[in-house]
């Protein structure tokens, strides 16, 4: 067994797992929510503290990277202790600290690496750099009954769209991803288009409630040809052509149900294709889209058509959060010894450039 951080990891197997609780504290930071969160493998979910910059934003209509750095700065520690206090633990009780390595805004991102890093530095433990999209893509973990390996994963939020096939921890094969626009972003600029408050996406989707279905009918992009890959950008120029200077708030309605209607038949079709094309018997949808209720009717149907399982983390857990992290960290540190716990952070980093835990020896 190493010294250092290694020195933690007692109650191993000879295969190297671990045979005792392991409860990891977790950090999101990556761009306007702060959070903190505790997992333990045996208990699960111990806690999950977080704070919402929304309202901080909304005057801005998006997020500007400045303030949003700042205001981890005013709230990490604060929810960390909460998040400690929740669980009745404290450092020493841990057996690593896991935080949001990238991708996502620099500055903020340091901001939870940075206090990470000293609390697993202070405490002689384990210091876990966790991809933001892994998060979201094991976040259905979190939940009860848990996706079985392997499965299809629809990755939906604000700043990607992403269809993978999953094998197991880190291994991961992208199968499709936009070519433009996110989803979550093509909701935000439609919903803008409409005068819609930010953020836009949950406004519209409301909006789309009392639409009318059938009067606005709108491309279903890139599903004429084959492959699993999206584009988003010309649905908001249609949405754009078919909104009528002084449009009635019914107008909009029925646009924003035609707009919701298209993207959620474009991803279901999508999906339907990674399923066959994979073989697999499961889909799992996360992101912040993934709360979308229209879209979980959608797939939805396309699971008991298929009779393929279908997965989705509650509400909560489809935007952004510390619990995620948490799960992915001891996920990573239940399988194997971290290297070396050094500090790093990126704004840029393709999910299929991860690899699984390397075993312990």
């Known amino acids: 067994m190493e010294?250092?951080?290694?020195?933690?990891?007692?109650?191993?197997?000879?295969?190297?797992?671990?045979?005792?609780?392991?409860?990891?504290l977790a950090l999101e930071t990556s761009c306007d929510e702060t959070a903190a969160a505790l997992y333990d493998g045996e208990r699960g979910l111990l806690s999950h503290t977080l704070h919402s910059q929304i309202a901080l934003h909304a005057q801005y209509g998006g997020v500007v990277p400045e303030l949003a750095s700042r205001d981890h700065i005013r709230r990490v520690n604060g929810l960390l202790r909460?998040?400690?206090?929740?669980?009745?633990?404290r450092f020493s009780d841990l057996s690593g600290v896991a935080y949001t390595a990238g991708p996502g805004l620099i500055g903020a991102l340091m901001v939870g690496a940075s206090v990470a890093a000293g609390i697993a530095l202070a405490h002689d433990l384990p210091l876990i750099a966790v991809h933001h999209m892994e998060g979201h893509l094991l976040a259905p973990m979190l939940e009860d009954p848990k996706p079985k390996f392997p499965f299809v994963a629809l990755l939906v939020s604000g700043g990607h769209?992403?269809?993978?096939?999953?094998?197991?921890?880190?291994?991961?094969?992208?199968?499709?991803?936009?070519?433009?626009?996110?989803v979550g972003e093509a909701f935000d600029k439609t919903a803008k288009m409409m005068g819609l408050p930010y953020p836009g996406g949950p406004h519209l989707a409301r909006l789309a409630e009392g639409g009318a279905p059938g009067r606005f009918k709108f491309p279903r992009p890139m599903t004429d040809r084959p492959g699993l890959d999206f584009s988003f950008s010309g649905l908001k120029t249609a949405v754009?052509?078919?909104?009528?200077?002084?449009?009635?708030?019914?107008?909009?309605?029925?646009?924003?149900r035609g707009f919701e209607e298209a993207v959620t038949e474009t991803l279901a079709i999508k999906c339907d294709r990674a399923l066959q094309q994979t073989g697999h018997a499961a889909l799992i949808v996360a992101g912040g889209v993934g709360a979308n209720q229209r879209l979980r009717a959608r797939l939805a149907d396309l699971a008991e058509r298929r009779g393929a399982g279908l997965f989705f983390p509650r509400p909560a857990f489809c935007t952004d959060n510390a619990a995620m992290i948490a799960y992915a960290g001891w996920a990573r540190l239940a399988e194997a010894r971290p290297a070396s716990g050094k500090l790093f952070t990126t704004a840029r980093w393709p999910l299929e450039l991860l690899r699984p835990p390397m075993a312990a020896a």
Do not use: C
Not at 163 to 181: A, F, N, Q, W
């Open 3 to 24: 010294d250092g951080a290694g020195s933690r990891l007692a109650g191993r197997r000879a295969d190297g797992h671990n045979t005792r609780p392991m409860p990891v």
């Open 161 to 182: 769209t992403l269809l993978v096939s999953v094998e197991g921890v880190g291994r991961y094969t992208l199968l499709g991803e936009s070519l433009d626009d996110a």
């Open 240 to 256: 754009l052509t078919a909104l009528p200077a002084g449009a009635s708030e019914q107008d909009k309605a029925d646009i924003a």
């Open 82 to 89: 909460e998040a400690l206090a929740q669980a009745s633990l």
